[in-house]
T-cell receptor, first 113, second 115 residues
Framework: EAGVTQFPSHSVIEKGQTVTLRCDPISGHDNLYWYRRVMGKEIKFLLHFVKESKQDESGMPNNRFLAERTGGTYSTLKVQPAELEDSGVYFC???????????FGPGTRLTVT | AQSVTQLDSQVPVFEEAPVELRCNYSSSVSVYLFWYVQYPNQGLQLLLKYLSGSTLVKGINGFEAEFNKSQTSFHLRKPSVHISDTAEYFCAVSEMDSSASKIIFGSGTRLSIRP
């Protein structure tokens, strides 16, 4: 069974540009989470989807970040326009319904110059 | 609200020596407790978890952790480390009364093993 996959693995963009990160959860996992680790600090929660609905988006830093999960399968996280402080590693995780165990993807390293 | 504190950002240890990585948490509600590991150039992997029952939890690769409710701690231990244990370790919690809830992570501890 394939694990959580994320694309791209690395992205380098200039300040003001737009970047879209993609996450493919484990097949059948209704829960999908986005997390971010900035500059070696703690990994912080961004938001949680249940199928295509946003269950909790309390961690989204500002309106430059837009997450979608059309059809309840894969998810995208768009940053527009990107700022220097958005640099970090973005992790995606998924879990089954009513499960506390989340499976993490390898992350996307975003560098904004 | 919950928070997790990992007191040591880096822990250097000689190979085959024992190691303890410290973790303390704060929460107004009951929580589940986790340790995740991130090996170089890889994603996060669950090492072990405490849900209920015995306070001593055994995980993969010979690691174990002990839940201490009175001290709100969940320290990770291994009696003898190997070079392959070089990684970053994250202590984490999630709210017990809400299934499928977000995970709150500590800032991580880098374990470096010296031959």
């Amino acid at each position: 069974e394939a694990g959580v996959t994320q694309f791209p693995s690395h992205s380098v963009i200039e300040k003001g540009q737009t970047v879209t990160l993609r996450c493919d959860p484990i097949s059948g996992h209704d829960n999908l989470y986005w997390y971010r680790r900035v500059m070696g600090k703690e990994i912080k929660f961004l938001l949680h989807f249940v199928k295509e609905s946003k269950q909790d988006e309390s961690g989204m830093p500002n309106n430059r970040f837009l997450a979608e999960r059309t059809g309840g399968t894969y998810s995208t996280l768009k940053v527009q326009p990107a700022e220097l402080e958005d640099s970090g590693v973005y992790f995606c995780a998924s879990s089954q319904v009513d499960s506390i165990e989340q499976y993490f993807g390898p992350g996307t390293r975003l560098t904004v110059t | 609200a919950q928070s997790v504190t990992q007191l040591d950002s880096q822990v250097p240890v000689f190979e085959e020596a024992p190691v303890e990585l410290r973790c303390n948490y704060s929460s107004s509600v009951s929580v589940y407790l986790f340790w995740y590991v991130q090996y170089p150039n890889q994603g996060l992997q669950l090492l072990l978890k405490y849900l209920s029952g015995s306070t001593l939890v055994k995980g993969i690769n010979g690691f174990e952790a002990e839940f201490n409710k009175s001290q709100t701690s969940f320290h990770l231990r291994k009696p003898s480390v190997h070079i392959s244990d070089t990684a970053e370790y994250f202590c984490a919690v999630s709210e017990m009364d809400s299934s499928a809830s977000k995970i709150i992570f500590g800032s991580g501890t880098r374990l470096s093993i010296r031959p």
